[in-house]
Every structure is written in structure tokens, then in C-alpha cells.
């Protein structure tokens, strides 16, 4: 079965960076698509972060310029390289992968703590 595993989240303090990842394993097939997402405590999960297809990337406006998001195909694996975080940045990040139009995979999430 497919699993997305998230690993690098952290506490850092402002204006820190940090660099998460995601892997799959338990498939041959490519992930096709990935996102980013994050959830704050009492807020709803908001996407951070996309690269679908050939390399379309999109970022929410709050992350733009700081945030950037690669893959490596080979690998199956999925970066969020994040910079100049804000305690606004901390959430529970969790990374999404789908497989053709339909498929789509969770990870289990990795927390990311900024303090001021």
C-alpha cells in the first residue's frame, strides 16, 4: 500500500528556515502531483503549496517569496524549503500526492513550531 512519509518539522525561531520532505513508498508508480497543506489549531487545512503535471507550481499569497516547493521524480519524494518563517507559519504541515486524476495519498503530517 502507498504511503506518504513526512519528516523535517521542528521548533525554530523566527525568521529560521526549515526544509520538509516527503516520500513515497509502497508503489512502482510515479506521483504525479504533490501538495503542501497546513492546519493551525482552530483553523481549517489551508494549501500551502503545489507542483502538478510538468512543473506547474503555485503558492498561497502568505508563503510566496519565502516558501519553494521541488520534487525529485526519481525518488518519489516531495521538499518544502521554508524561509524567513512567522509564528503564523506553525501548523501541522502534511504533504498530499496523487497518481493520475484520481488517486490521492496523505501523510500522517509533521509539526512545525515558530517561536517569536
Known amino acids: 500500500q502507498v504511503q506518504l512519509v513526512e519528516s523535517g518539522g521542528g521548533l525554530v525561531q523566527a525568521g529560521g528556515s526549515l526544509r520538509l520532505s516527503c516520500e513515497a513508498s509502497g508503489t512502482t508508480l510515479r506521483i504525479d502531483h504533490w501538495a503542501w497543506y497546513r492546519q493551525a489549531p482552530g483553523k481549517q487545512r489551508e494549501l500551502v503549496a503545489s507542483?502538478?503535471?510538468?512543473?506547474?507550481?503555485n503558492y498561497a499569497d502568505s508563503v510566496k517569496g519565502r516558501f519553494t516547493i521541488s520534487r525529485e521524480k526519481v525518488r518519489n519524494t516531495v521538499y518544502l524549503q521554508m524561509n524567513s518563517l512567522t509564528p503564523e507559519d506553525t501548523a501541522m504541515y502534511y504533504c498530499k500526492g496523487q497518481i493520475g486524476s484520481s488517486v490521492t495519498y496523505w501523510g500522517q503530517g509533521t509539526q512545525v513550531t515558530v517561536s517569536s
Open positions: 507542483i502538478v503535471g510538468g512543473g506547474i507550481i
